[in-house]
């Protein structure tokens, strides 16, 4: 199995330059608006990535999942 790379560039810009046409149409829609300003509140937290201890998807204890 292989990966044509190119269709995928291709595919890629291609998309982008859709999506840069859509931006461009839409763009007199939002002329006038207002800007928001938000805060966010941030701090550190430590976080359990698997509180079962195990991954679902693979159905195996994470500790083999370090190894591999």
């Given at each position: 199995?292989?990966?044509?790379?190119?269709?995928?560039?291709?595919?890629?810009?291609?998309?982008?330059?859709l999506?840069?046409l859509?931006?461009?149409m839409?763009?007199?829609?939002?002329?006038?608006?207002?800007?928001?300003?938000?805060?966010?509140?941030?701090?550190?937290?430590n976080w359990?990535?698997?509180?079962?201890g195990?991954?679902?998807?693979?159905?195996?204890s994470?500790?083999?999942?370090?190894?591999?």
């Amino acid at each position: 199995m292989w990966c044509n790379l190119q269709k995928h560039l291709q595919s890629m810009m291609g998309s982008f330059w859709l999506l840069l046409l859509y931006i461009q149409m839409l763009s007199p829609m939002f002329v006038g608006g207002v800007t928001r300003v938000y805060y966010l509140g941030i701090h550190e937290v430590n976080w359990n990535y698997a509180p079962t201890g195990k991954n679902v998807l693979a159905n195996q204890s994470i500790a083999h999942n370090l190894y591999v």
